[in-house]
């Protein structure tokens, strides 16, 4: 079955950096776009980036653009997000989310909505 | 991009049905199809349970159903359960590669 498995989360303070993975198995990897998405306490849900099946485009929100940048391995089914210059904002539980369509059917097509989550990973940025 | 505007609560019988509204622009909800919901319980991951405005995912009861009006985006959801009882979230493409969600809806079944 398919399993998205996210790792990286911790208490960081601001400034710093962090990078998350999130280990994929159970489907072909590479025939997928993958997306963060992030969740802050209490409060709602926000698309973070994508990175194309093939790791050739990626795209993001406005709040993290020129701070996070998102890749793959697909040698290694794994996903990963750099965080840079982390804020206290950027405080969330972090998902790592599969789009729902493949390659194979659709091209390069990115649809934007998801059919599996991964568990999450809680990021805090507080000194 | 602002968010998705929906109503922070609702509330229902078991048995009843409930509509869910998710209100955007005619740049987002308007325009494009991929118009998701996802239910998340307590501690959990969000669930898909409608995407392209109307479609099921197999395994999601047909008591879910979307729908969409103009800008606004609906969720239904019929015949009440108890297990229903969760927060519920809107989405959808905006263009320019960027996904906007609705602030969340909290179900109750009383």
């Known amino acids: 079955q398919v399993q998205l498995v996210e790792s990286g989360g911790g208490v960081v303070q601001p400034g710093r950096s962090l990078r998350l993975s999130c280990a994929a198995s159970g489907f072909t990897f590479s025939n997928y776009a993958l997306h963060w998405v992030r969740q802050t306490p209490g409060k709602g849900l926000e698309w973070v980036a994508v990175t194309s099946y093939d790791g050739s485009n990626q795209y993001y929100a406005d709040s993290v653009k020129g701070r996070f940048t998102i890749s793959r391995d697909n040698s290694r089914n794994t996903l990963y997000l750099q965080m840079n210059s982390l804020r206290p904002e950027d405080t969330a539980v972090y998902y790592c989310?599969?789009?729902?369509?493949?390659?194979?059917?659709?091209?390069?097509?990115?649809?934007?909505?998801?059919?599996?989550w991964g568990q999450g990973t809680l990021i805090t940025v507080s000194s | 991009q602002s968010a998705l505007t929906q109503p922070p609560s609702a509330s229902g019988s078991p048995g009843q049905s409930v509509t869910i509204s998710c209100t955007g622009a005619r740049s987002d909800v308007g325009t494009y199809n991929y118009v998701s919901w996802y239910q998340q319980h307590p501690g959990k991951a969000p669930k898909v349970m409608i995407y392209e405005v109307s479609k099921r995912p197999s395994g999601v009861p047909d008591r879910f159903s979307g729908s969409r009006s103009g800008n606004t985006a609906s969720l239904t959801v019929s015949g009440l359960q108890a297990e229903d009882e969760a927060d519920y979230y809107c989405s959808s493409f905006a263009g320019n590669n960027n996904l906007i969600f609705g602030g969340g809806t909290h179900l109750t079944v009383l």
């Open positions: 989310t599969r789009d729902r369509v493949d390659m194979i059917t659709f091209g390069g097509l990115i649809v934007y909505d998801f059919d599996y």
